[in-house]
């Protein structure tokens, strides 16, 4: 029933439309997205560790609007990318991967904005330094969205087997 769906979803208009005409905006979008998630993350987490102490914690908070911009343009361009190949992708673990890093990468990013950034009185001054419980979801954070972007990357070459593909 599921492969059933996925070939529908993947034989669909939509699907070629993407494939045939779109596709360079999608991947051009999907990278636009990535650069502004993943950049403005690694920023916020490279400061949390430590780097870059001349910029206020909080003064970070205010990237958090373009993150998520950054976000929901990867979903939007994600979505129109896994309708191309959706029975490949759905099988494939370096999909699961990268869902799961996305998934725990932004969890990660939310416990950091409400356990640092949020909290403006504690880490205003340019110098203040984070708890070190903060900075271990920092490397955790930046351990996620590493292996999102290589398992997504992965992802566009590798089918291991073209499990459940029956092309």
Request: net charge positive; with cysteine.
């Amino acid at each position: 029933m599921i492969d059933q769906l996925l070939r529908a979803i993947q034989d669909s208009a939509f699907a070629n439309w993407v494939q045939e005409s779109a596709y360079p905006y999608v991947i051009t979008l999907h990278s636009v997205g990535l650069a502004l998630l993943v950049g403005l993350l690694v920023v916020i987490d490279l400061r949390v560790l430590g780097f870059g102490r001349g910029l206020p914690l909080p003064a970070l908070r205010k990237l958090m609007t373009v993150i998520w911009i950054g976000f929901w343009t990867n979903f939007a361009s994600g979505i129109m990318l896994f309708v191309i190949d959706a029975k490949k992708d759905f099988y494939s673990p370096l999909f699961r991967i990268k869902l799961s890093s996305i998934a725990i990468g932004l969890i990660l990013g939310t416990l950091i904005k409400r356990r640092v950034l949020d909290r403006d009185i504690e880490y205003a001054p340019v110098d203040a330094s984070a708890p070190s419980n903060a900075k271990v979801l920092a490397v955790c954070s930046l351990l996620c969205w590493i292996t999102a972007i290589v398992a997504g990357r992965l992802l566009a070459y590798f089918t291991f087997g073209d499990v459940g593909v029956d092309d």
